[in-house]
């Protein structure tokens, strides 16, 4: 079982950045593969970064790629996801999410399908 708990939401500007933070306890943060998604009011939860658990692989989604920076501190059992040039339309509840490393299910990180642990999300709201 991995426990985790976001932190770092908040309400800020557009053009103004927000670094959030996921903290896992339980087993071997570093043989788990991370992703983050997002749900706005009324939509669905859509993929927004994944982090493999070996090499450091990052992926983004279109939307925020150039802008969001997925990363890992393994030594401190944490994900990180760096938020810049904000804007309203990235306004949602934003969650991380958890995997084995080793679960094929990883290949399709864009799906929300793919993991088996999430935290309780945390709020960021982009005021225009």
């Known amino acids: 079982q991995v426990h985790l708990e976001e932190s770092g939401g908040g309400l800020v500007q557009t053009g103004e950045s927000l670094r959030l933070s996921c903290a896992a306890s339980?087993?071997?943060?570093?043989?788990?593969?991370m992703g983050w998604f997002r749900q706005a009011p009324g939509g669905e939860r859509e993929f927004v970064a994944a982090?493999?658990?070996?090499?450091?692989?990052?992926y983004y989604a279109d939307s925020v790629k150039d802008r969001f920076t997925i990363s890992r501190d393994n030594a401190k059992d944490t994900s990180y996801v760096q938020m810049n040039a904000l804007k309203p339309e990235d306004t949602a509840v934003y969650y991380c999410?958890?995997?084995?490393?080793?679960?094929?299910?990883?290949?399709?990180?864009?799906?929300?399908?793919?993991?088996?642990?999430w935290g309780q999300g945390t709020q960021v709201t982009v005021s225009s």
């Open positions: 999410a958890a995997v084995s490393g080793a679960d094929v299910r990883f290949l399709n990180y864009r799906s929300y399908r793919a993991y088996d642990y």
């Open positions: 339980g087993r071997p943060f570093s043989l788990y593969a």
């Open positions: 982090i493999n658990w070996s090499e450091g692989d990052t």
